[in-house]
T-cell receptor, first 114, second 111 residues
């Protein structure tokens, strides 16, 4: 079946603009995760959703970052008033259960803030 | 706070060699540990997942071991091939599902 998909694959924006990144998880997966990969920080957790539970937002770097998951499937990560330090690859992953299952990653969205 | 370290940061070997990549973590209270492969400009591909109750997992030429008490995992690659060239990432899951990643080992296998 289809894997995790993300769109857009690349995004170039100007400092101060808002951006939305989309993730379509594997069908039937109840857990969805967002991570960020940047040169200086490596791969870091941002937020995750598990079913109808409140999301774990502990990794979001600032209140400019938010995410939602509609209907338990598609998720959107929104970055408001983008800054140059937001430039990174944003990766989405999904798994069938929260703690014990393999996380499957999408190809990522490469964000460049000019 | 969980910290994950991978050694070496980079490794270059001739084709056919067996090799070992190392991963260490500071908090042994983990649910599982996962090894990934990342090709340049691509996402992550899951290679092996070891649950906290397991000692090792094997898939083809790959074997991953876990010593939870000492906070160590190794990824053994047998008979390396140029197609194995990639960055290998170790990640531990010890709090609510989120993965904590190491910085990765960049592997180059020369023909």
């Amino acid at each position: 079946g289809a894997g995790v998909s993300q769109s857009p694959s690349n995004k170039v924006t100007e400092k101060g603009k808002d951006v939305e990144l989309r993730c379509d998880p594997i069908s039937g997966h109840t857990a969805l995760y967002w991570y960020r990969q940047s040169l200086g920080q490596g791969l870091e957790f941002l937020i995750y959703f598990q079913g109808n539970s409140a999301p774990d937002k502990s990794g979001l770097p600032s209140d400019r970052f938010s995410a939602e998951r509609t209907g338990g499937s598609v998720s959107t990560l929104t970055i408001q008033r983008t800054q140059q330090e937001d430039s990174a690859v944003y990766l989405c992953a999904s798994s069938s259960r929260r703690e014990q299952e393999t996380q499957y990653f999408g190809p990522g969205t490469r964000l460049l803030v000019l | 706070k969980q910290e994950v370290t991978q050694i070496p940061a980079a490794l270059s070997v001739p084709e056919g060699e067996n090799l070992v990549l190392n991963c260490s973590f500071t908090d042994s209270a983990i649910y599982n540990l996962q090894w990934f492969r990342q090709d340049p400009g691509k996402g992550l591909t899951s290679l092996l997942l070891i649950q906290s109750s397991q000692r090792e997992q094997t898939s083809g030429r790959l074997n991953a071991s876990l010593d939870k008490s000492s906070g160590r995992s190794t990824l053994y690659i047998a008979a390396s091939q140029p197609g194995d060239s990639a960055t290998y990432l170790c990640a531990v899951n010890n709090q609510g599902g989120k993965l904590i990643f190491g910085q990765g080992t960049e592997l180059s296998v020369k023909p």
